[in-house]
């Protein structure tokens, strides 16, 4: 089984920043895409930026130039710096990972969410 927390988020003051980070742990092989997710209340949950094994990132056009989105596989782990922060990205992040056995079955798995609040 693998395992998901998440640590960071809270609450700031519309233009300030928040880093979150999500850590795997349990029997891992490799993992592929890691990604963030955000949902807002009343929402649907939407991909806020993703991460490639390779170090290929992609992001939602309204976090392009104000989030970044890393990884450290030798600790398993992936992080998103939000920077400038606008009450619209008040919601719930997801960490989410892609994992691969030896046997090249995948996997997903979701971190239980952390709350980020950004007042205006």
């Known amino acids: 089984q693998v395992q998901l927390v998440e640590s960071g988020g809270g609450l700031v003051q519309a233009g300030g920043s928040l880093g979150l980070s999500c850590a795997a742990s349990?029997?891992?092989?490799?993992?592929?895409?890691m990604a963030w997710y955000h949902q807002g209340p009343g929402k649907q949950r939407e991909l806020v930026a993703s991460i490639t094994s390779g170090g290929i990132t992609n992001y939602a056009d309204s976090v392009k130039g104000r989030f970044t989105i890393s990884r450290d596989n030798t600790k398993n782990t992936v992080y998103l710096q939000m920077n400038s922060l606008k009450p619209e990205d008040t919601a719930v992040y997801y960490c989410n990972i892609e994992t691969q056995n030896l046997l090249r079955f995948k996997r997903t798995y979701w971190g239980q969410g952390t709350q980020v609040t950004v007042s205006s």
């Open positions: 349990g029997t891992i092989a490799s993992i592929n895409t």
